[in-house]
T-cell receptor, first 113, second 111 residues
Framework: DQQVKQNSPSLSVQEGRISILNCDYT??????FLWYKKYPAEGPTFLIS?????DKNEDGRFTVFLNKSAKHLSLHIVPSQPGDSAVYFC????????????FGKGTSLLVTP | DAGVTQSPTHLIKTRGQQVTLRCSPK?????VSWYQQALGQGPQFIFQ???????QRGNFPDRFSGHQFPNYSSELNVNALLLGDSALYLC??????????FGPGTRLTVL
């Protein structure tokens, strides 16, 4: 069963606008969340993470928001750039029971000039 | 600073054969995890090695086995290959339980 869900397979955004990528999870024991970006023919690249004790974490143009009651997190990219076009994966782990990352299926982001 | 490296880049095998994939972790990392990514899916956790021992295992059959060497590099072995084993195999390294960083992957095709 898929414990991490990214329900939007694709998203198209104009350059300079905000990109919002969403992720939902079902396992309430998850306490650490990460976003990875993947270009074709490359491995996933770590972007940003957030612990369940926080509800927001920022790193430059990237901000991740966590809503624990809704079991929902989102990644905001502002402003979006054509180089941001990639597949974005949301991942979650339960640090008390192990170290396995549980991934969603990914969202393909296209930023158009 | 070299990142995570994997070899080979691509591999073609036939059903029933055995395959070995290799991974060298990022400098300073001591933990290696392996993931399988099928087409259109997110990566699925196979297992993690720390101090040359399998520390955690995902829902994969015993045909999947691994090893970690004293220099922290790792191998993933798959026996009796099935068509369904065709996938991108990703290695990730970390320092203990810190953030996992991925290599470029090995694309395995089973015919």
């Amino acid at each position: 069963d898929q414990q991490v869900k990214q329900n939007s397979p694709s998203l198209s955004v104009q350059e300079g606008r905000i990109s919002i990528l969403n992720c939902d999870y079902t396992n309430s024991m998850f306490d650490y969340f990460l976003w990875y970006k993947k270009y074709p023919a490359e491995g996933p690249t770590f972007l940003i993470s957030i612990s369940s004790i926080k509800d927001k974490n920022e790193d430059g143009r990237f901000t991740v928001f966590l809503n624990k009651s809704a079991k929902h997190l989102s990644l905001h990219i502002v402003p979006s750039q054509p180089g941001d076009s990639a597949v974005y994966f949301c991942a979650a782990l339960n640090s008390n029971s192990g170290y396995a990352l549980n991934f969603g299926k990914g969202t393909s982001l296209l930023v158009t000039p | 600073d070299a990142g995570v490296t994997q070899s080979p880049t691509h591999l073609i095998k036939t059903r029933g054969q055995q395959v070995t994939l290799r991974c060298s972790p990022k400098s300073g990392h001591d933990t290696v995890s392996w993931y399988q990514q099928a087409l259109g899916q997110g990566p699925q956790f196979i297992f993690q090695y720390y101090e040359e021992e399998e520390r955690q295992r995902g829902n994969f059959p015993d045909r999947f086995s691994g090893h970690q060497f004293p220099n922290y590099s790792s191998e993933l072995n798959v026996n009796a290959l099935l068509l369904g084993d065709s996938a991108l195999y990703l290695c990730a390294s970390s320092f203990e339980t810190d953030t996992q960083y991925f290599g470029p992957g090995t694309r395995l095709t089973v015919l």
